[in-house]
């Protein structure tokens, strides 16, 4: 068999890549190794930035994003007790969306259902050929029967521990990696969140997120060491350690209830260099990884393919490799913005190795810093809305 693009992955970089040439008429054919359910079961990303928006929108996908999505002025940022909001719309004019990363892929799911594209789920034992040359080919076993199926180019959108990025030489790759030594540990209850807007804690002990899904259904997350189990971590522990980390109002504002979905995520901050490697093209979480503190995950996610949609389509409409010889220094100077973000607000808000007395300090003086310099809060509304768009 034969199409145009293989795409690896039907998380949301593979399934919104698809939807953007699949509007342009380029025929793509999506494998992915898990289940449909399973690929919606994750319960990941909650914040979307305008910029993600405008691609959902031009994807023709955000009609329930429109109705049900949640927006956003501002965010607040707790230290010890003490609670500032950092409006964005009277700093920069500009809000994010509250709107889970469940529903995007759910609704771009329906999207590809409703189009002649095909997707293969629970496409096992996906190989990557010929990629270097110019007639690639991929592999895949489905229900036990081998097939290979020839294309223009490949968009690996497998995510961090996918097959594309693995199987380039290494020497073709230079990598940037940094891991912390913690956590998140989070917990979704069917119970109305603690305030209308997210809010970040920094307490000595650790650090806690309040976020949500709708005005009914609350996510929050807390700091923990690496390698804490999740069965160590019953309900009721939970919601104490959440407590002890949020400020008096917020702690007595906070509805608890049993949780629907438990899970820890490791941090990291990744990058693969560079994003294209002949007729294989990296996006999203494959080619790089941001802690989660900055929520931009699923926002570069969305940028790379949007990037990589206008420099195929530019291809097969104008015959031009332009677009595509631009595509990984064009995203990557994207990513190490995202990366720089991720990584300071995470070294602000959370209790790492080296925040001892000094360390303490230096976050506090990062905060007053932050509620009284509105150039420093414009800076972090602009990073945190994502106005940067390289
Ligand atoms: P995904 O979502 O991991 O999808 C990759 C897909 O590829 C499949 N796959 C394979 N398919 C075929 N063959 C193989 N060999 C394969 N190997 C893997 C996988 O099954 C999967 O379906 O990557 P993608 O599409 O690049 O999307 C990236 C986002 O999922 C990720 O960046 C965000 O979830 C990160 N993130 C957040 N991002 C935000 O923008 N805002 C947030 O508020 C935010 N919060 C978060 C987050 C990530 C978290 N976790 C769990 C890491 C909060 C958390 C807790
Ligand atoms: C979430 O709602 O899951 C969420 C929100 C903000 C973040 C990370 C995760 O920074």
């Known amino acids: 068999m ?9 998380g949301p970089a593979g399934l919104l890549l698809g939807r953007l040439l699949d509007n342009h008429g380029i025929e793509t054919v999506i494998l992915e190794r898990r289940s449909r359910d ?16 405008e691609l959902l929108e031009r994807a023709g996908v955000a009609q329930r994003l429109r109705r049900e999505g949640l927006v956003h002025d501002g965010v607040e940022i707790g230290f010890d007790g003490e609670r500032h909001r950092f409006d964005f719309k009277a700093l920069i004019g500009r809000t994010v969306t509250v709107y889970g990363q469940t529903e995007v892929t759910h609704d771009l799911m329906d999207a590809r259902d409703a189009s002649a594209a095909r997707t293969v789920y629970e496409a096992e034992d996906v190989s990557l050929q010929g990629f270097d040359g110019t007639s690639p080919v991929v592999r895949y076993v489905k229900d036990g029967v081998g097939h290979a199926i020839g294309c223009d180019f490949i968009a690996g959108c497998d995510g961090f521990h996918g097959v594309s990025r693995a199987s380039v030489p290494p020497q073709a790759m230079k990598t940037f990696e940094r891991v912390y030594p913690f956590g998140w540990l989070g917990v979704l209850v069917e119970r109305p969140p603690v305030s209308d807007e997210l809010i970040y804690s920094n307490h000595e002990s650790g650090f806690a997120l309040c976020s949500m899904r709708s005005p009914t259904r609350s996510r929050y997350y807390v700091q923990v060491p690496a390698g804490e189990k999740v069965e160590d971590w019953p309900d009721d ?17 906070l ?10 995520a490791p941090l990291r901050s990744f990058v693969a260099e560079p994003l294209r490697f002949g007729r294989l093209f990296l996006a999203g979480d494959a080619a790089h990884i941001v802690p989660p503190t900055g929520a931009k995950g699923l926002n570069l996610a969305a940028s790379d393919v949007g990037m990589l949609a206008d420099a195929l389509i530019e291809f097969y409409e104008e015959g031009s490799h332009a677009g595509m010889d631009r595509y990984s220094s064009r995203a990557l100077a994207r990513v190490w913005d995202a990366e720089r973000f991720s990584w300071w607000m995470t070294s602000i808000l959370h209790r790492l190795p080296e925040t001892d007395a000094f360390g303490r300090r230096i976050q506090r003086a990062e905060f007053d810093r932050l509620r009284r310099s509105v150039s420093a809060a414009s800076a972090f509304a602009e990073s945190y809305t994502g106005i940067f768009s390289g």
């Open 237 to 253: 522990r939970f919601w104490e350690e959440l407590r002890r980390r949020l400020d008096r109002e917020a702690s007595q504002l």
């Open 38 to 53: 399973h690929v919606l079961g994750r319960i990941r990303a909650g914040v979307l930035e305008q910029g993600t928006i």
């Open 2 to 10: 034969r199409t145009q693009i293989v795409i690896i992955g039907a």
């Open 255 to 264: 509805q608890t209830g049993p949780s629907i979905e438990k899970s820890i």
